[in-house]
C-alpha cells in the first residue's frame, strides 16, 4: 500500500518500522515541528522525524493541518491509507477524508475505554488487570471511530514506561496485521458501555497524598513512571517515589515514617520505597537514602 505515516514520540516509532519492513510504500511521514528545549533552547526533533530520515522519507511537520494548502499538499500524496500513532495535531475532516481508506489510528487502550491522551497511565491508575491496543477507523470525534482489531495485553506490576513500550510493539505488529488484508476485519461500532476518557497528565497530580490508601498510591507511582515521577515532601526537598511495595501496617498516621526502613503509613494501609530519588541525584536504595538523609522513624512526612 501507499501510506503517509503520522506520529511524533517513541511509541510511534515500532509502527513506522513495522511497515517500513512489511514492503509497504511511505510516501511521507507527517510530525510534530521541531520544539524548543533544554536549557540551550536548541530545536529538538521529534522521534519520528529522526527515524523517517534515517529511513530515507520525506518529513512534512506543518503546526496545522486546518490551512487549505496544507489540506491539497496532503491530498496530492494520493494515499492509500494515513497511518496516525499519537501524532498530536487534530486532523481536519479533509484530511480524514484524503486517502482511499480513511486515516486508520493505533490507540493504546482497549477501546472504548480510555479514549484520550493518557490511555496507558490511567489504565495503571485505575487498576485494570489488562489493557492493550485498538487500531481504529479514526472520526471527528475523539477516539470514537469504529475498530479495525485489537490485542490484549496484562498490566501486571509494569510501569508506564514498560507498559508503554509493549503497547507500542503490540500495536505496531497489530498494524502491520490489518494493513495486510483490510478486508478481514470489518470495522465495528465502539459499545455506548464502558467509555472512559484518560484525561492528559498534569504535573499537580504527582504530589503524593498520603491520606489516599497504599495501593492507590503504588499505582500511581507506576503510572506516572517515568514522567511525570511521584514526589513527597521533607526537610524542604522534594524527593522522587520511582518504585514501592504495599506492606499491610495500620501503625501511624498518614505521612508517618514508621520504622527504619522508611516505611510510611497512609490512609490504608503503608508503603515501603523500594527506589528513591533526590533532586540532582541518582536513584538510590532506602538505605543509601537514609545515610546521606536521615529521617526517623516518628517523622511527618508533607
Known amino acids: 500500500m501507499r501510506i503517509i505515516f503520522m506520529g511524533s514520540p517513541d511509541f510511534a516509532v515500532p509502527t513506522l518500522d513495522a511497515i517500513v519492513a512489511a514492503g509497504h510504500e511511505v510516501a511521507c511521514v507527517y510530525t510534530q515541528p521541531p520544539r524548543a528545549a533544554g536549557r540551550g533552547k536548541g530545536e529538538r526533533r521529534t522521534a519520528i522525524h529522526d527515524r523517517a530520515e534515517e529511513l530515507g522519507i520525506s518529513v512534512?511537520?506543518?503546526?496545522?493541518?486546518?490551512?487549505?494548502?496544507?489540506?491539497?499538499?496532503?491530498?496530492?500524496?494520493?494515499?492509500?491509507?494515513?497511518?496516525?500513532?499519537?501524532?498530536?495535531?487534530?486532523?481536519?475532516?479533509p484530511i480524514l477524508a484524503a486517502p482511499r481508506l480513511g486515516c486508520v489510528n493505533v490507540h493504546g487502550s482497549l477501546l472504548p475505554r480510555w479514549r484520550g491522551a493518557a490511555p496507558v497511565q490511567r489504565a495503571i491508575e485505575a487498576g485494570d488487570a489488562v489493557t492493550g491496543v485498538t487500531i481504529m477507523q479514526m472520526e471527528k470525534g475523539l477516539d470514537t471511530g469504529p475498530m479495525l482489531l485489537r490485542r490484549e495485553v496484562a498490566i501486571d506490576r509494569k510501569t508506564a514506561g514498560q507498559l508503554t513500550e509493549e503497547i507500542a510493539k503490540l500495536g505496531a505488529e497489530a498494524m502491520v496485521a490489518w494493513l495486510a488484508d483490510p478486508s478481514r476485519t470489518p470495522p465495528q461500532p465502539q459499545p455506548a458501555d464502558g467509555v472512559t476518557y484518560a484525561a492528559k497528565i498534569d504535573k499537580a497530580e504527582a504530589r503524593v497524598e498520603w491520606t489516599r490508601d497504599a495501593a492507590t498510591i503504588e499505582r500511581q507511582i507506576r503510572a506516572f513512571a517515568p514522567v511525570p515521577g511521584v514526589w513527597f515532601e521533607a526537610n524542604g526537598e522534594r524527593i522522587k517515589l520511582l518504585a514501592a511495595d504495599v506492606v499491610d501496617d495500620t501503625s501511624g498516621e498518614p505521612g508517618a515514617i514508621l520504622d527504619d526502613e522508611l516505611t510510611i503509613a497512609c490512609g490504608s494501609a503503608a508503603l515501603r520505597p523500594l527506589r528513591l530519588q533526590r533532586a540532582g541525584r541518582a536513584a538510590m536504595t532506602p538505605a543509601e537514602f537514609l545515610r546521606g538523609f536521615p529521617l526517623p522513624a516518628g517523622t511527618i512526612l508533607a
Do not use: K, N, S
Open 60 to 93: 512534512c511537520h506543518p503546526t496545522t493541518l486546518r490551512d487549505p494548502a496544507e489540506q491539497t499538499a496532503f491530498a496530492a500524496l494520493d494515499a492509500d491509507v494515513a497511518v496516525v500513532a499519537a501524532y498530536g495535531l487534530i486532523l481536519p475532516e
